[in-house]
């Protein structure tokens, strides 16, 4: 299994993370040895296996549908990097 | 003071032989003294003394329950509201949780003193506390090797005497590991025991939080006060919470304990096997059955979880992003510019590596081959469990297939550190409850055994180690340099 210079960096664009040329080529290999090592699982047939996606066979749990968060933009926006007026600042989207 | 069971400092307070106040600063001064364990992240001397101040009071005026005044330290993985919560990373350097985790929460309630926010594999991601951003954790009983990981810090914290209970997360392994290599007791329960609101998420199928303590005894105290259900979690379960210091005491006799045959291969190093080999000699002579059982898929277990694990997280740690909290880049081109940049900048080595590995699994084309395939292994692993325990009432191994290893000995290589968790990972894929016990020692290196239950057995995975930690005397033992008198008091 081997992962190319080009496949890691559409990756790293989906995943959001900047990787340079000489990273790119690191993760190359790495994720090229992970995904080898990965690929044992293929000795084991499991064509007839239902998928286990979560521990517990659970159904998710519904509640009243009530109000019981309050709001707490203020608070929130204390730790966010940039706010104005209750708004979170980002860099210019639309020209 | 730091080598008295939970019971006997509530005893302590109780009868007024020390204050919460005593007790707390004490606890702070052992913490001062041996930073050069790495082992907190964040120290809290103030708070905790204002905390302190209120459980005397508490424990005066009769109002108090058995953790009232006992100082505790948290994995920096627990939001506390007002205070840094960083989870080991860069990213969250300067993040101030605006809440309190439910298990904050309920300990808050309980009591219990927080004296500081302990050291951790960055977003829990590690075997070896190497992975923090804030450096890594020395093992107390040699400070050339690692304390394991991720809870690391925790239990680093709890060895070296510097706080009696910690808490920790167990994504895979990370409670029962760092336990073992370090000589404490660590328990993970089962998944849904304990809420997971408020604590920083990994992969969240897999994660669950549980105490770290010095003895069975103690994680049976602190789980009391941890575990319950919480609306707030989605994943929590709604069954009662039995009592868990009123279990300790009965009999082991008649219980069958399973030896799989996959935990005593070629990985594991013989001196560990010897020591495994005394414990379960132990179990025979308290009348427990011992048999042979097989659990044919666990070498799987390893390749399925980093899998699924990476694929939860690529998509947990996809809200940092530089806007809403957390580390934001510095002039930003554009918003892509701002997103890659501040998530580059702000995560570590081996974050970006699972991040990588996860979005590949579940990106088109390949969701099948990976994701799919890994959540089938996970199904076998899960009904291995299920058939053992319909004849078996525990499941005995080691914890790590060697005892601590140097810092730095793995980190050029992940698959060998992954390699590292193979008999605790299978347990978070099933979603079992499973106790690390000290058992033993190897070239002045603790041993861990770990003792696996069926669905909401922690009752009798304490009652087990209790027992055995009433005979023998491994959870006793401080690391050199760390015991009474060597700290100026």
Redesign the interface.
């Known amino acids: 299994m081997s ?1 190319s210079l080009e ?2 960096l559409n ?2 664009h ?6 340079d040329e000489e990273q790119a080529r690191q ?1 190359a290999a ?2 090229s ?3 080898a ?8 047939d ?1 064509r007839e ?8 066979d ?1 159904v ?2 519904l ?1 009243e549908d009530k109000v019981t968060e309050t709001d ?1 933009r203020e ?2 926006q ?5 706010t104005d007026k209750g708004l ?1 600042l ?4 639309i020209e | 003071m730091e080598n008295l069971s939970v019971s006997q400092l509530a005893a302590g307070l109780d009868h007024g032989e020390f204050s919460s106040v005593e007790l707390t600063r004490h606890f702070l001064h052992r913490m001062q003294a041996h930073g050069e364990l790495n082992a907190f992240i964040t120290e809290m001397d103030e708070s905790a003394i204002v905390q302190a101040r209120r459980a005397d009071q508490l424990i005066k005026e009769k109002k108090h329950g058995p953790l009232t005044g006992i100082p505790l330290a948290h994995k920096d993985i627990f939001c506390m509201d007002g205070t840094r919560t960083s989870c080991g990373s860069r990213m969250l350097d300067q993040f101030v949780a605006p809440y309190d985790a439910t298990v904050v929460q309920k300990l808050g309630q309980a009591g219990c003193v927080v004296l500081g926010k302990t050291n951790m594999d960055e977003f829990a991601m590690g075997s070896s506390n190497e992975n923090s951003y804030f450096g890594p954790v020395k093992n107390p009983w040699n400070p050339g090797h690692v304390p394991g990981g991720s809870s690391g810090g925790s239990a680093a914290a709890v060895a070296a005497r510097l706080v009696p209970l910690a808490t920790g997360t167990d994504t895979g392994g990370s409670i029962r590991q760092p336990a073992a290599l370090c000589g404490i007791t660590g328990l993970k329960p089962t998944y849904g025991r304990v809420s997971r609101y408020g604590m920083i998420a990994y992969a969240s199928s897999l994660d669950q939080a549980g105490p770290l303590a010095k003895s069975a005894q103690d994680c049976a105290y602190l789980l009391q006060a941890m575990a319950g259900f919480d609306s707030r979690d989605s994943t929590s379960m709604d069954e009662p919470v039995p009592a868990y210091t009123q279990a300790l005491d009965q009999p082991l006799q008649g219980r069958v304990i399973g030896i799989p045959d996959e935990y005593f291969g070629a990985g594991l190093k013989p001196e560990v096997q010897d020591i495994m080999a005394q414990a379960i000699d132990w179990a025979e002579g308290q009348g427990c059955i011992i048999q042979p059982i097989r659990l044919p898929n666990t070498e799987l277990a390893i390749p399925a979880y980093y899998v699924i694990a990476t694929a939860e997280c690529s998509s947990n740690l996809s809200r940092f992003d530089g806007i809403r909290f957390g580390h934001r880049c510095k002039a930003p081109k554009d918003l892509h510019d701002l997103y890659r940049r501040s998530r580059s900048e702000g995560f570590g080595t081996e974050v970006k590596r699972r991040i990588m590995i996860g979005t590949y699994a579940l990106s088109a084309g390949y969701y099948d081959a990976y994701y799919l395939k890994a959540q089938q292994i996970r199904r076998l692993i899960s009904t291995d469990f299920s058939k053992a325990f319909e004849t078996v009432d525990f499941i005995l191994g080691p914890t790590a297939p060697e005892p601590a290893f140097r810092i730095g000995e793995k980190t050029d290589d992940p698959v060998t550190m992954y390699l590292s968790d193979i008999y605790t990972i299978s347990v978070n894929l099933a979603g079992l409850p499973a106790i690390s016990v000290p058992c033993g020692m190897h070239e002045g290196l603790p041993v861990g055994m770990q003792l696996i239950g069926n669905y909401l057995t922690e009752d009798r995975l304490l009652n087990f180690a209790h027992q055995y930690q009433l005979a023998t005397d491994w959870h006793r033992q401080c690391p050199p340099g760390f015991a009474q008198g060597s700290v100026d008091e």
Not at chain 1, 14 to 19: G, K, P, Q, S, T
Not at chain 1, 78 to 82: G, H, K, S
Request: glycine share 0%; proline share 8%.
């Open positions: 992962i496949e890691v990756i790293s989906l995943a959001r993370l900047h990787v993760y790495d994720l040895k992970i995904l090592w990965v690929q044992q699982m293929n000795q084991v499991t296996v239902v998928p286990m996606a979560h521990p517990l659970v998710q749990r509640r707490q608070k929130f204390t730790i966010a990097p940039r979170y980002v860099p210019k989207v």
